[in-house]
């Protein structure tokens, strides 16, 4: 049974940081591409970040900069390094694992930033 579990999603004030950590269990972590996104209420789910199983990362424009997405195979984790929050970033983040033509989700952590 596959499952990725979120944590670290809280409230913070804007400016501030915050890592999200998303742990895998039931596949072979190495080999799928593993990524971020999030939704805010009334918006589309939105691709934050991600990264290949060769380390390769992409970011949304609106992130760059401010988030670092990074993996560790060995604790079949991937995390999201989040800097300089803004109040827009305020959506529940979800991690998601992929592997053609297979995608897992996680069931998302709610990052709250306040202005």
């Known amino acids: 049974q596959v499952q990725l579990m979120e944590s670290g999603g809280v409230l913070v004030q804007a400016g501030g940081s915050l890592r999200l950590s998303c742990a895998a269990s039931?596949?072979?972590?190495?080999?799928?591409?593993m990524g971020w996104y999030r939704q805010a209420p009334g918006k589309q789910r939105e691709l934050v970040a991600s990264i290949t199983s060769g380390e390769s990362t992409n970011y949304a424009d609106s992130v760059k900069g401010r988030f670092t997405i990074s993996r560790d195979n060995a604790k079949s984790t991937v995390y999201l390094q989040m800097n300089s929050l803004k109040p827009e970033d305020t959506a529940v983040y979800y991690c998601?694992?992929?592997?053609?033509?297979?995608?897992?989700w996680g069931q998302g952590t709610q990052v709250t930033v306040s202005s």
């Open positions: 998601y694992a992929a592997r053609n033509p297979t995608t897992y």
């Open positions: 039931g596949i072979i972590f190495s080999v799928h591409a």
